[in-house]
């Protein structure tokens, strides 16, 4: 009877963050990839890249083709599956909101697409009397606003401008918004964090005094959401 040899585990020198980085090479779009494109990608050379895909091999993280190219394999499913159920979008929006009313003093608010229209799913009202009075599950028209144009932003869009959107007068005469497009972890829009107020208080000079503080929350919130860091970013 043949014996057979045990195939090698990964060594304590490979360590978890390379074992992450030849993960991560995997993008949208791949369907597999060779022992060259993961030595590309990843910088790494290829005995090391071999070690570590026998423990994701073992792990069920990847497969390996017959002709010797890799593919991600059943356990990086079940674990999306995992993710998908446990995220609550409440949980992540809400307190960035919070957040963002605190620290602008005004109207922040979530923004989804809804057919032809933009709804309004949550929402943190200033804490002036002086404000714009919408609540949670209202609709509005995909016009000139800033939220209804961060609706319409595409993923390569936002990157190639990542400033906030502003709009003035454009649904209400009386209103102003800035607003950033929220990406998921496909890069799928997900959303636009919004903050509105009344046109003379939220002038445009003023919205830009908010963009560096909007826009690292808006990342913060993309990266909650299983975004990149830049996705956060928006025109």
């Not at 991600?72 to 079940?78: D, G, H, P, W």
């Not at 929006?93 to 809804?114: K, M, N, Q």
């Amino acid at each position: 009877m043949v014996k057979i040899k045990p195939r090698p585990a990964v060594s304590g020198v490979a360590s978890a963050d390379r074992v992450l980085t030849v993960l991560s090479a995997f993008r949208i779009g791949d369907t597999a990839l060779s022992l060259v494109d993961l030595t590309e990608r990843t910088g790494l050379i290829k005995s090391t890249i071999m070690r570590l895909v026998v423990s994701l091999e073992t792990y069920g993280f990847v497969n390996r083709l017959a002709d010797g190219r890799y593919m991600l394999a059943s356990e990086v499913m079940r674990l999306n599956a995992v993710y998908q159920e446990s995220l609550d979008l409440e949980r992540h929006v809400l307190p960035l909101l919070h957040r963002l009313t605190d620290e602008t003093g005004e109207t922040a608010s979530f923004y989804v697409r809804h057919g032809a229209y933009r709804l309004c799913q949550y929402r943190v009202n200033s804490p002036h009397r002086l404000r714009l009075h919408l609540q949670p599950g209202d609709i509005r028209p995909m016009d000139g606003a800033a939220s209804a144009q961060a609706l319409r932003c595409t993923y390569e869009r936002a990157l190639e401008h990542p400033a906030p959107f502003y709009s003035c007068g454009a649904t209400d005469p009386h209103s102003a918004s800035m607003s950033l497009p929220i990406f998921g972890a496909l890069n799928e829009l997900v959303g636009a964090l919004v903050v509105s107020g009344p046109a003379g208080r939220l002038t445009e000079e003023r919205a830009r005094s908010f963009d560096e503080l909007f826009m690292q929350i808006a990342q913060d919130l993309a990266r909650s959401l299983g975004g990149k860091a830049e996705a956060g970013q928006n025109p």
